[in-house]
């Protein structure tokens, strides 16, 4: 990291990259928008050929309870890795095994879990206040780029090559597994284990980027890009690769534009407002050429 | 002849499954919690120390200011060993131009007690207010990558130093603290300084 | 060769909701066996039961005349959205290897999925979302994708709903193909004129095996009428005719 670190300083000094860049946590968003951007774009697409997006929104929400437990438990404030991960992948786990074994309708189901999380992480977090300082808390819910150490972006290399390891070879059949999974079953596809698995791997990336998108919006940006491709692209593999380079840009304008316009708001807001630009331009787009 | 047998398709194992990782996770977390504790709290400081967690808001505001002005003074004391070859820490009127805070004069400046700022010695910088309202008089070691920030938390009327290095021992008996960071406690300040200086009018 | 099939006591419950009782039978390898009866009868359960679709009891097994062979499914419908780009070679690629679809498309995969779609008459839209073609044209695509792996057992449900007589056309000279290759065909099939084109074995299901023969037995006159009468035989009370599910 820090031969990237004074590469950047020397693009600054050359007057490529602009100031902010030689500030050591600038370059860290930048890598870590580099490395979850691809991934989130990638991971959207089945979101929402799955139809997901709420779900994925629950996941982060709980990821608001799971920091609060963590730091319950004793955790340091700035990284309760351990807390967060076990409560949101549990979350996860049974939110999904409950709508498999239950009639409950999903819709209600999700709203019911995502209001629970959301409920017992707020009350968690006021509990635990005294222990962290207020801008944790706005750290926790919006993200924010200033946070991320190096520490946080090993973490976030290796959980994103995990995961892109585990996408390559079961993809086709976490799809086919979504469109028919009867085909899929007969193909012998154990449709079970690729349903748990893409929930985890979901989970995993929701987790890895609440530090820089914040818990609240995090579940948007599994969906914004891939709607987004979905209207501009005719095939899967193009509407794979647009949501992934959509979700990087998004990502990557997000964490530089505020900081080069000394605009004080959260990256996570940021990145999906660019994100968001992006669909009704899309959108709009789609409507004149159809009109 | 093969006679494959069909299986019916019921829903035990799923649960099984399931049961099975989430208390796998359970007794992962478990095992791994007593290992990834809150290490600053143990951490023992010495009398003249002061850690961070413990400062008032008033203080963490300058010393998140200090802190990104740390980094650039060490960028310039590098630039000017590279490109100039000359040992040179940047003195004030450089910072001054550089339109570096908490050294330039403005409101936050006033806010903070009009610090009367000097540079000591080479790579020492220090602030005394003149108001009482505000941050208290503050030292500036950037001798080290790590920023070494000194508080006169106690002492009314510190004296000016003299001298041109810094002396830990002369510092010590004379009343000053050192403030601890925590490792990533320092990003929150920043956080802190961000939204300071935003609302300032510059 | 296709394999024969041996049910024994299948039966299919629902919690009180009575599916399939007890069907015993052997179907024969190597022949077109069509399930029919009425609808909510239990044709298209039996047809997943046999595919391990469903948590039925009893034992079903697959005789293999050498060694296992593959299994093709056309199902009812698959739910493919509008809106979704997903294409007709995408869903056809998706069901042949595990090679992502955003990843660079091998030839020789392509080439064998072009060659289904050319036995279905679909190899012209490889380009077309799933979710803009009609249901016939899905359909179609839906048996092209049975066809990847060279299945020795073809199971078929309901296969010409909603098709277009072209499309009828090319399902039933692939059936005539495959049933000349000796492999075995199972299919759920309502169209009475269309089934004794196929020359099979007919089995009429309602709840239980009803009926068993050839088409020339079965399909006869003054049996085609109650053929899809919700008639119940024998001790099964009357109470409650199996209803919804299929």
Redesign the interface.
């Known amino acids: 990291m820090d031969t990237i670190r004074h590469w950047a300083q020397l693009g600054v000094d050359a007057g490529w990259l602009s100031e902010s860049f030689?500030?050591s946590?600038m370059v860290n968003a930048v890598v870590a928008a580099i490395l979850l951007g691809p991934l989130l774009g990638g991971l959207g697409t089945l979101v929402i050929a799955k139809r997901l997006a709420f779900f994925s929104e629950a996941v982060g929400h709980a990821a608001l309870t799971g920091i609060a437990l963590g730091v319950l438990?004793?955790?340091?404030?700035?990284?309760p890795?351990?807390?967060l991960?076990?409560f949101c992948?549990?979350f996860a786990?049974?939110l999904h095994?409950v709508r498999?074994?239950t009639n409950v309708p999903y819709d209600t189901l999700v709203g019911v879990f995502l209001a629970f999380a959301l409920a017992v992480g707020a009350a968690l977090l006021m509990y635990v206040a005294r222990k962290i300082?207020i801008?944790?808390l706005?750290?926790v819910l919006f993200g924010?780029i200033?946070?991320i150490?190096d520490y946080d972006l090993l973490i976030l290399a290796v959980t994103c090559g995990v995961i892109l390891l585990v996408l390559i070879p079961t993809f086709n059949r976490i799809l086919l597994t979504c469109i028919s999974p009867d085909i899929a079953?007969v193909r012998g596809y154990a449709t079970?284990f690729y349903d748990?698995l893409f929930v985890m791997m979901i989970t995993l990336v929701t987790i890895a980027s609440v530090k820089i998108v914040g818990a609240v919006l995090v579940g948007a940006l599994l969906l914004i890009p891939g709607a987004t491709a979905r209207l501009l692209t005719k095939n899967m593999g193009s509407f794979v690769l647009m949501s992934a380079l959509l979700a990087t840009i998004s990502c990557l304008i997000g964490t530089i534009l505020p900081m080069e316009l000394?605009l004080?708001i959260p990256s996570g807001a940021a990145i999906i407002i660019v994100s968001t630009s992006f669909f009704l331009t899309a959108t709009c787009y789609r409507i004149v050429r159809k009109g | 002849?093969?006679?494959?047998?069909?299986?019916?398709?019921?829903?035990g194992?799923?649960?099984k499954?399931?049961a099975l990782?989430?208390l796998t996770?359970?007794a992962?977390?478990a095992l791994?919690?007593p290992y990834?504790?809150?290490?600053?709290s143990e951490k023992q400081l010495a009398s003249h120390q002061i850690s961070i967690k413990d400062l008032p808001t008033v203080e963490l505001a300058m010393i998140g200011e200090l802190r990104?002005a740390h980094?650039e003074i060490r960028?310039i004391h590098q630039d000017s060993l590279e490109f100039e070859g000359v040992d040179a820490w940047p003195d004030m009127a450089e910072l001054d131009e550089l339109w570096l805070a908490p050294f330039i004069i403005d409101k936050s400046w006033e806010r903070k007690g009009k610090h009367a700022w000097r540079k000591v010695a080479p790579a020492l910088y220090q602030g005394i207010p003149a108001l009482t309202t505000g941050s208290v008089a503050v030292i500036l070691n950037s001798q080290a990558a790590r920023p070494d920030v000194w508080l006169a938390l106690d002492m009314r009327n510190p004296a000016p130093m003299m001298g041109s290095t810094l002396n830990t021992a002369e510092l010590i008996s004379a009343g000053w603290k050192q403030v601890v960071f925590t490792?990533?406690?320092i990003?929150?300040v920043?956080?802190?300084d961000?939204?300071h200086t935003?609302k300032d009018s510059h | 060769m296709g394999?024969a099939i041996r049910l024994q006591n299948v039966g299919l419950k629902y919690g009180d909701n009575v599916i399939l009782e007890d069907i015993s039978h052997y179907l024969e390898a190597g022949q077109c066996h069509v399930i029919m009866g009425p609808n909510g009868g239990g044709k298209t359960s039996l047809l997943r039961?046999?595919?391990?679709?469903?948590?039925?009891?009893g034992?079903?097994?697959?005789?293999?005349?050498?060694?296992?062979g593959n299994i093709g499914y056309v199902p009812q419908k698959a739910t493919f959205e509008s809106s979704l780009p997903f294409t007709v070679m995408d869903f056809i690629l998706l069901n042949q290897s595990r090679n992502p679809l955003f990843w660079r498309k091998r030839k020789k995969e392509q080439d064998h999925a072009l060659a289904q779609l050319d036995r279905v008459g679909m190899a012209n839209r490889t380009d077309r979302r799933m979710g803009q073609l009609s249901g016939g044209e899905q359909q179609r695509v839906l048996f092209a994708q049975s066809l990847l792996d060279n299945p020795d057992l073809l199971v078929l449900d309901e296969p010409t709903t909603g098709m277009d007589e072209q499309g009828v056309r090319y399902l039933e000279s692939l059936i005539h193909e495959l049933v000349r290759e000796n492999k075995t065909i199972l299919a759920v099939h309502h169209d009475v004129s269309a089934v004794r084109r196929l020359d099979g074995q007919v089995h009429v299901v309602n709840r239980q095996l009803v009926d068993s023969g050839p088409v020339s037995e079965v399909l006869r006159a003054d049996k085609i009428e109650r053929l899809f009468n919700h008639y119940t035989g024998g001790n099964v009370s009357t109470l409650n005719p199996a209803q919804g599910v299929k």
């Open positions: 030689s500030y946590f438990l004793g955790e340091p404030a700035e990284n890795i351990i807390g991960f076990s992948m549990i786990l049974l095994f498999n074994r300082n801008h944790m706005e750290n924010s200033l946070t150490t079953k079970n748990y000394k004080p | 002849m093969i006679s494959q047998s069909v299986h019916p398709d019921d829903g194992r799923e649960g499954w399931v990782i989430i996770i359970l992962t977390a791994l919690l990834h504790q809150n290490a600053s990104l980094e960028n490792g990533d406690a990003a929150n920043d956080q802190a961000e939204t935003d | 394999p039961s046999i595919l391990g679709l469903t948590p039925f009891t034992a079903i097994d697959i005789q293999w005349p050498e060694h296992k």
